[in-house]
């Protein structure tokens, strides 16, 4: 077995890592890098192996860091399987359609104002063919990835349809297992049902993103968010949320929701302002058969789940001509608008426009990776970078962490632990997926546990 990590290695985006097994190569995530639009618009038009090389790939879950490069992937030659759970495979239809379309708008917003763009990875073409390659898996279906190489998923309580991916084959008499976590979510969280464990593994690639720290309780979260909207609003201001349309805009929803109907958020718009979150919130309507059924208010909506994302204050705005009113409304409200990361999408046109009035709060729900806006706007920097203009940050900023949808430390140790209760063969963790600071100190946690780790370096290759 062969092992080489080029995507998401020492970082958080780009999340790659090509396995070498039985004559075979098989493709672990195809994330978009993010971060800094001229590093990133040459690394995500590298590959160390010709696409058309490539069998088969394995998804763990729809967010675009994992998923974001499989059309320029299959635009480049990939002609292989595309295996991943069916929430993912309907994520990723609308996501990567998203994803493509976004690519398109604003390479065509540079151009207008005379700056240069890169083009775009792909086009929604791309994305059709993409998707007629993608074959869709339940939670526990044992398939065969390629001939000899044989994956089960398991839900990574992430996102709907995340998961962590069991992998097998017969080498030398034995089998063999490669576990890979995906991202791992958290116990608690609205909607999602709590992450499960890898079994039985030889080796796991594991995910880091919060290996140093430990978040604020899911429950802690519902009331920071109460309070942040009642401040805000009693400024007169407007809470704009750069959010994931996937996982976080739907809790997020979920929990404003609650709020209202427990009259603890005075009653003001809800905007999802955010043609993929309307499109997502979608999806999530038609697989509520994979809802943690033990959330009080899933239960309270048993008969009608679709209502857990419609209540009377919130509003979608698909439509751009829609979302130019709003914002020219004047007003208190609350807005959440992709993308996560404040890279893109109508977070930015929100920013330029709102970012500087003292009244408003720039909410931050989410990891933000180096060198991002969001990341930017968390260090709370005196001036932004929006469209190649320079805004002045005169918003108040406020984090929660509660909302992230990874496990922290303490929640990923004891997803380890559980790992190796049924994993007495494991031999070697590798750490993805997490920025140095917290690799580092987390590798440091699984060695004092008697766990062998280490976090690769981009390019690494490790045989065994």
């Not at 971060?35 to 990133?40: N, V």
């Not at 059309?71 to 998203?98: N, Q, Y």
């Not at 398109?104 to 791309?126: G, I, N, T, V």
């Not at 430990?214 to 109460?226: C, I, K, Y």
Request: proline fraction near 5%; include cysteine; charge should be negative.
């Amino acid at each position: 077995m062969q092992l080489q990590f080029i995507g998401a290695a020492r970082e958080v985006t780009g999340s790659a890592h090509l396995l070498r097994v039985q004559g075979r190569t098989i493709l672990l995530d195809c994330g978009l890098f993010q971060g800094r639009r001229s590093e990133t618009a040459t690394r995500n038009r590298e590959f160390p192996v010709a696409p058309h090389l490539i069998d088969a790939v394995v998804l763990s879950h729809a967010h675009i860091d994992h998923s974001g490069r499989l059309p320029w992937l299959v635009k480049e030659g990939f002609r292989g399987d595309i295996h991943a759970t069916s929430a993912t495979r309907d994520l990723c239809e609308v996501m990567l359609a998203d994803s493509a379309h976004i690519q398109q708008k604003d390479a065509d917003f540079l151009a207008r104002h005379r700056r240069s763009a890169p083009e775009p990875l792909y086009a929604l073409r791309d994305v059709s063919t993409m998707l007629q390659q993608m074959r869709p898996h339940d939670y526990h279906q044992r398939f065969e990835v390629v001939p000899g190489v044989w994956g089960t998923f398991t839900d990574a309580g992430h996102i709907l349809g995340s998961a962590s991916i069991e992998l097998e084959w017969e080498e030398a008499g034995h089998t063999r297992r490669l576990g890979f976590s995906g991202d791992i979510g958290r116990s608690g969280l609205a909607i999602i049902r709590d992450p499960e464990p890898v079994r039985d593994v030889d080796w796991l690639i594991l995910e880091s993103t919060y290996g140093n720290r430990d978040h604020t309780s899911v429950e802690g979260s519902r009331a920071e968010l109460g309070r942040i909207v009642r401040e805000t609003v009693a400024r007169g201001g407007r809470v704009l949320i750069p959010s994931f349309a996937v996982g976080r805009t739907q809790e997020l929803v979920y929990d404003l929701h609650a709020l209202s109907h427990a009259g603890e958020i005075p009653r003001v718009p809800v905007i999802i302002d955010s043609p993929l979150a309307s499109e997502a919130t979608e999806v999530f309507r038609e697989h509520v058969g994979v809802f943690d059924t033990t959330e009080p208010m899933v239960q309270a909506h048993a008969a009608n789940r679709t209502e857990l994302f419609t209540f009377p204050l919130v509003q979608f705005t698909p439509d751009v001509e829609d979302s130019k009113a709003m914002m020219r409304q004047p007003g208190p409200k609350v807005i959440i608008a992709a993308s996560g990361m404040a890279e893109s999408g109508r977070i930015l046109h929100h920013l330029a426009h709102s970012a500087t009035d003292p009244r408003n709060t720039v909410l931050i729900v989410g990891f933000q990776a180096e060198h991002t806006l969001g990341r930017r706007i968390v260090e709370r920097q005196p001036m932004l970078k929006v469209f190649g203009e320079e805004v002045p940050l005169r918003a108040q900023v406020e984090v929660l962490t509660g909302y992230s949808a990874h496990a922290d430390r303490t929640e990923l140790l004891a997803w380890v632990d559980a790992v190796r209760a049924t994993s007495p063969r494991l031999e070697d963790v590798f750490l993805v997926h997490g920025e140095a600071e917290a690799q580092d100190a987390f590798a440091e946690r699984l060695t004092q546990r008697g766990i062998p780790a280490q976090a690769p370096r981009p390019g690494m290759q490790v045989t065994r």
